[in-house]
């Protein structure tokens, strides 16, 4: 944002009564111009702020919990406004890898049993039952649905030493993000 003074003509910039004109009005420029950036922001949910996600949450008739922070609501609102018809697998892939990443997630169907595992990455953790009723929606009536999270496994707590390891319980190493 420029201020008020550089868009005057040299000859009234060094004049008193102008600078004191520019020194009351640059802030509420300043605010008017950062009202119209966050207007402009929450045209996009990816930079949508607090009030434009609540817009939004309104909209699609969405009750965030209280202790959901930004990127959780905008994850909610990101899943419910993606939603498309027809219904198919790589659908279904598309819009998890807008939602979770291309490696927030592993998703393995099979067929010929009818059934779709979605395994969610513990980085994703707060996105789990989202995915879950989004999933439910955009699978087929018939098929078994399986959506877990991909807790840690050995293989990646292997590198780190005992010590390390020590500060955390069971249940921690297993389903927190730790590494």
């Not at 004191?20 to 119209?36: F, M």
């Not at 965030?64 to 939603?83: C, G, H, L, T, Y």
């Not at 697998?89 to 998890?96: A, D």
Request: proline fraction near 2%.
């Amino acid at each position: 944002m420029k201020r008020l003074e550089e868009y005057w003509i040299e000859e009234i910039k060094n004049i008193k009564e102008f600078k004191e004109i520019a020194k009351a009005e640059n802030p509420e420029v300043k605010k008017v111009w950062e009202v119209i950036e966050d207007l402009i922001d929450d045209q996009f949910i990816e930079t949508a702020t607090e009030r434009g996600i609540a817009r939004r949450e309104k909209i699609l008739e969405i009750i965030p919990f209280a202790d959901d922070d930004i990127e959780s609501r905008r994850f909610r609102v990101k899943a419910r406004w993606n939603e498309q018809l027809p219904y198919t697998y790589r659908v279904l892939q598309n819009t998890l890898d807008q939602l979770c990443g291309n490696n927030g997630y592993s998703m393995v169907l099979n067929s010929k049993e009818y059934s779709l595992k979605i395994k969610i990455e513990l980085t994703k953790k707060r996105m789990f039952d989202e995915v879950k009723e989004l999933t439910r929606k955009m699978a087929p009536a018939n098929m078994v649905i399986t959506v877990e999270l991909r807790y840690n496994q050995y293989k990646k707590l292997n590198n780190s030493t005992h010590n390390y390891l020590n500060r955390y319980s069971h249940e921690e190493l297993r389903s927190e993000v730790i590494i």
